[in-house]
């Protein structure tokens, strides 16, 4: 199996499942019982916190751990924008970019629905790239949040974030990033980028899926979605995950310390492989931005076919990808990143995106080029044969 996805998820990798490991076994306790083995847990829970919050550069208290990178964005553009809302009646409209994950963008559409938000989509150009002019001018003092991802999901372009954060900052605006696809890759200091808020998600980088990070600013308030017992210094009920937080506390810290190298190799090979589909396919078009790209995302379209069938062409020669992310919810609605890319919906249709791991081998993205261009004649084929009977049996 050649596995090009891993911007879907990754495996956990040993040192977080030994991270996990006495934490689900001879540590079990509950971090609230006041007893010693209840106290052991709530310890290696504040020690997970202090790792975080040495890679993110900020303080333990300000780390919140989450189901997940959902959770993690919508506690973020739910929870910053009512408690926003409630302090300062005026702000009630929310900021998005126009190529969030659905995480961001269904929260935002949720505060519109259910609590009168009025939301304004930042657009992108065709790369997919947020114009800080354009951002700043939609800032104002009735704006209540702005989030804008770090790195794209589907075609990995990466955001001018401490420019954005910058322009929010002077404008009294709150600002998120969501950085689930960023984490591992690029750089993750809270005070360098100068964002307020920021998520991570464990599986997207070797910790299991099912645990997440919010980082909230001290001075940053946000209204908790979920209550309860108040843990999590109040922003999330409900008893710790303290084996899956320690584990991506494992994982962050090791994603991080290797990154420089990882960030160096992949990139070199993410060229390769982007020179190598578009010499070989010559109708094939790379998606997202040239160079501003996560090292790991080499994502395309290639008119005239289906992504789909591509997908399905390339499972059968054991290579694994995925086609737009909007397919992920069981939709072949045409993504709407590419739309707002300025992607006709036809050729959207066709998107294809390779991820990469950081243990990705040359050799396997070379076996890869050779099968997506077997899998597009295959496609090609079928299609041509197709049309004829189709057009007899007219
Ligand atoms: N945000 C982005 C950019 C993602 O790519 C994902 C996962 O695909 C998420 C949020 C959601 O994270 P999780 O799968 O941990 O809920």
């Known amino acids: 199996m050649i596995f090009l996805d891993a911007a879907a998820t990754t495996p956990v990798r040993r040192e977080a499942i030994e991270a996990m490991w006495p934490l689900l076994t001879s540590q079990f306790g509950n971090p609230s019982s006041h007893y010693g083995l209840g106290e052991e847990a709530a310890r290696a829970l504040e020690e997970a916190r202090e790792r975080v919050a040495a890679v993110l550069g900020c303080l333990p208290g300000e780390i919140v751990f989450t189901a997940g990178g959902t959770e993690a964005d919508n506690l973020a553009v739910k929870g910053i924008a009512l408690a926003r809302r409630a302090e300062d009646p005026r702000r009630t409209r929310v900021l998005v970019s126009a190529v969030e994950h659905p995480a961001v963008a269904e929260s935002a559409h949720y505060l519109a629905r259910v609590h009168g938000f009025a939301v304004d989509t930042v657009p992108v150009d065709a790369d997919g790239r947020v114009a800080p002019a354009a951002f700043a001018a939609l800032l104002g003092p009735d704006v209540a949040l702005a989030s804008v991802m770090y790195a794209n999901n589907e075609i990995g372009t990466v955001q001018p974030i401490a420019e954005l ?24 200091d809270v005070a360098a980028l100068g964002v307020d808020a920021l998520s991570i998600s464990g599986h997207k980088l070797g910790a299991p899926k099912g645990v997440g990070v919010l980082f909230l600013r001290s001075r940053i308030h946000a209204e908790p979605l979920v209550h309860g017992g108040g843990q999590e210094h109040g922003a999330r009920s409900g008893t710790e995950n303290v084996a899956f937080s320690a584990a991506l506390a494992a994982a962050l810290r090791l994603a991080e310390a290797e990154r420089p190298q990882a960030h160096g190799r992949v990139a070199a090979l993410r060229e390769d492989f982007i020179a190598a589909v578009l010499a070989r396919v010559p109708e094939a078009r790379l998606t997202g931005h040239r160079s501003e790209r996560l090292p790991s995302v080499a994502s395309f379209v290639f008119p005239g076919t289906s992504g789909e069938s591509v997908l399905l062409e390339l499972e059968r020669a054991s290579v694994l990808c995925s086609s737009g992310s909007a397919c992920a919810a069981g939709s072949d609605e045409p993504s709407p990143v590419l739309l707002a890319c300025g992607i006709a919906p036809e050729v959207a249709q066709t998107a294809l995106r390779f991820s990469f791991g950081a243990g990705i081998a040359a050799e396997d993205l070379d076996a890869a080029v050779e099968k997506l261009v077997d899998a597009l004649a295959t496609v090609r084929g079928r299609g041509a044969r197709g049309g004829r009977s189709s057009s007899a049996a007219a």
């Open 165 to 188: 954060a910058a322009a929010a900052r002077t404008a009294g605006v709150p600002f998120h990033t969501d950085a689930v696809q960023a984490a591992g890759w690029l750089p993750l």
